[in-house]
């Protein structure tokens, strides 16, 4: 007895795990077809997105900043001790901290979230269609919206780009698939809340991934309900749809209006203008777009004959065709986009794959004995889909911007020589150098900056989407220490509205020098301007002391400021070189030191009543003395500081200097 008690208690302790096992292995036979074009799909993607590397949007390290700094228990924050909400993409920044938070470096976590989620978009599309086996035609069917997205390029290039898109794209994908699903069951299941409840969440996650992406819930609502169907009482399933994406996006407001005060993103103030103009600019982008897409538009609309001929199909069709229609029209209204490769259109390429897969598996039933005809037709469309997209100027930048890459060695080299001091950072670049620097950033764009985009210009709407904010006088009201306006190893001279308003005041060209960096093993150099009377990064100046960082003498490409082998900063001085630079000192016998290393620099001071030599100068009045240093007879060095002490002497004994006092001079008169 006690021995048939033990066989029965093992065996309903082993039979849970074989079931489990068993179940498992049902499902996979039976979705081994549709694994298989997914994983051909996945794999054609990957091959694909290669020929971008390695490309990452700038604006993709403004999202890994705010993910970065929650991880650190900082918030959703872009500076410490300010709240600005300066990304549209809520859900991918919580994806991208939570992803990092398991060690994961944040950089490949983002390429690889954005080659998942499109391995979603295919996954979505492969089982609505559904096949049963191998001999199944809608197999092809579902190769063909599958291989639609991995082929085009505006995929491969945003698989890797670090945005949000096609995390958006999965979300719609699958919530299409499930809406289809629902639409294809028993009448009395999708007529159930329950069934929608799913669809709901779907398009609900997509607005927090994007504000705009409750467009495509209300997009679907819309076809239920206007588009005669089989599906004839669809009140309840809008009401779910609709529902379920207004609670997700009254929490996010909620959310926003508690940490933020605010009711719409930063990133809406500083980009969104509702002028003819940007009409114009979107119907031009759409255009633009389109001409690269036409053949994957031409499968997609072959399924407009079962809209006119099929009331069973016409949902299928119009579902993911009417969400890209509409999100067309969204992006006329915006104004269009400046990223590379058409970053918007990635829904677009998304839904039209899935329409383009539909409208095959309806053919599939009519055609019979031609359908492996219209089958080689749509590969000849695939396959020119492929090569317009290869020769298409936008999609060709993703593979020749890499100017964000030059961020790396100048924002390490800032970060070890003032990252304890924290300086303020004025940047165009708000992505790659605040990321690399780690610096407090001010965003001279204003995607993250709380007074820019609630003081727009008058004419906004009229410049260059995403680059019309700027303020010259409210940046200098909050003396950043170092400013680098454009792209990294830009000329240093400005390129955006508030750059030049900043350049061209009388303050700004007192206060900062241009000080070219070179860093890096490729030897870039980096023209930044450092405010000279910054207690953290400036020139120190008292009545009877005068520190001058080395890197202050780094005017001009020919000595740039580097660091040396020990790791100090200094500029470097080659053969017979010089470097110059002013300073106020007041009357008095000054001695000198300078900390260089290298070979032996020469020193001299100039300037209305100095005399002296050497490391002693006399200044018979207070004046402004010009610092010339003079590389060594033979060799290199590098200096890291002039210091000036004024020596402890009777002044009254010093010989009086005739005439009016000298006032220092403004400016310093630099050379661009």
């Not at 999965?170 to 329950?194: D, Y």
């Not at 005041?505 to 301007?529: C, H, I, M, N, P």
Request: charged fraction near 20%; charge should be positive.
């Amino acid at each position: 007895m006690l021995a048939s008690t033990t066989a029965g208690d093992a065996q309903k302790q082993t039979a849970p795990p074989q079931r489990f096992a068993a179940t498992t292995l049902s499902w996979l036979r039976a979705a081994l077809p549709v694994l298989s074009v997914v994983a051909l799909g996945a794999a054609v993607l990957v091959v694909h997105s290669q020929r971008y590397m390695p490309f990452f949007a700038d604006d993709s390290f403004i999202s890994m900043r705010y993910a970065e700094r929650l991880l650190e228990g900082k918030g959703l924050t872009w500076n410490d001790g300010e709240r600005v909400e300066g990304y549209s993409n809520l859900l991918w920044v919580l994806a991208l901290a939570f992803v990092s938070a398991f060690g994961i470096d944040m950089l490949t976590a983002a390429r690889a979230l954005g080659v998942a989620c499109f391995v979603v978009c295919m996954g979505a599309i492969a089982f609505s269609c559904a096949p049963t086996s191998f001999r199944d035609r809608r197999l092809a069917a579902a190769a063909v919206g599958v291989l639609g997205i991995a082929l085009t390029g505006i995929v491969g290039v945003w698989s890797i780009g670090g945005l949000e898109h096609p995390l958006l794209a999965a979300l719609v994908s699958a919530g299409s698939a499930w809406t289809l699903h629902n639409l294809r069951s028993r009448p009395e299941a999708a007529l159930t809340a329950r069934a929608w409840v799913g669809p709901g969440v779907l398009f609900g996650l997509a607005g927090w991934t994007r504000p705009d992406g409750a467009l495509f819930a209300a997009t679907v609502a819309t076809t239920l309900v206007c588009v005669p169907s089989m599906f004839r009482r669809p009140a309840r399933a809008v009401a779910v749809l609709l529902g379920i994406t207004a609670a997700f996006g009254l929490a996010q407001l909620a959310f926003r209006l508690g940490y933020y005060g605010e009711w719409v993103p930063n990133t809406a103030r500083a980009k969104l203008a509702w002028t003819p103009q940007r009409l114009k600019e979107g119907w031009e982008h759409v255009l633009q777009g389109y001409a690269g897409l036409w053949p994957l538009v031409l499968i997609a609309t072959s399924g407009l004959w079962p809209v006119l001929r099929d009331a069973g199909a016409r949902l299928r069709v119009l579902v993911p065709l009417g969400g890209a229609v509409a999100w067309t029209m969204y992006l006329v209204v915006i104004g269009g986009d400046f990223f590379p490769a058409w970053r918007h259109f990635v829904p677009v390429v998304v839904l039209l794959a899935f329409a383009s897969a539909e409208a095959l598996s309806w053919w599939e039933q009519r055609l019979k004995a031609w359908f492996w005809g219209a089958v080689a037709l749509t590969a000849a469309c695939l396959a020119t889909l492929l090569g317009l997209q290869l020769a298409d100027p936008s999609v060709k930048q993703g593979i020749h911007e890499r100017w964000e890459w030059q961020a790396p060695p100048i924002g390490a080299l800032l970060r070890r020589q003032f990252g304890e001091k924290a300086p303020l950072f004025a940047v165009d670049s708000a992505g790659c150098l605040p990321w690399f620097s780690k610096l407090p950033a001010l965003d001279m764009l204003g995607l993250n900056d709380h007074y820019l985009a609630h003081h727009p210009p008058p004419d906004l709407g009229t410049r260059d989407l995403g680059h019309e904010l700027g303020d010259g006088a409210y940046v200098l009201s909050r003396q950043p220490d170092l400013v680098l306006f454009g792209i990294p190893s830009d000329h240093g001279r400005p390129k955006f509205r508030g750059g030049f308003e900043m350049f061209n005041t009388r303050t700004f060209r007192d206060a900062y020098d241009k000080v070219v960096f070179r860093a890096g093993s490729e030897g870039l150099l980096y023209r930044t301007w450092m405010r000279r009377p910054s207690p953290k990064v400036g020139i120190s100046h008292s009545e009877s002391r005068v520190s001058v960082p080395g890197y202050f003498f780094a005017a001009s490409d020919d000595t740039p400021a580097i660091e040396g082998a020990d790791g100090r900063l200094g500029v470097y001085v080659a053969q017979n070189r010089s470097v110059t630079q002013r300073v106020w000192l007041n009357r008095g016998i000054w001695h000198a030191e300078l900390e260089a290393s290298g070979a032996k620099v020469r020193l001299r001071l100039q300037g209305s009543g100095v005399s002296g030599r050497r490391s002693e100068w006399q200044i018979e009045a207070p004046t402004e003395v010009r610092i010339k240093i003079t590389g060594p007879e033979r060799g290199s060095a590098i200096v890291h500081r002039l210091v000036l002490e004024r020596m402890k002497t009777n002044v009254s004994r010093l010989p009086q200097h005739s005439g009016k006092s000298l006032r220092p001079t403004k400016g310093r008169g630099f050379d661009l």
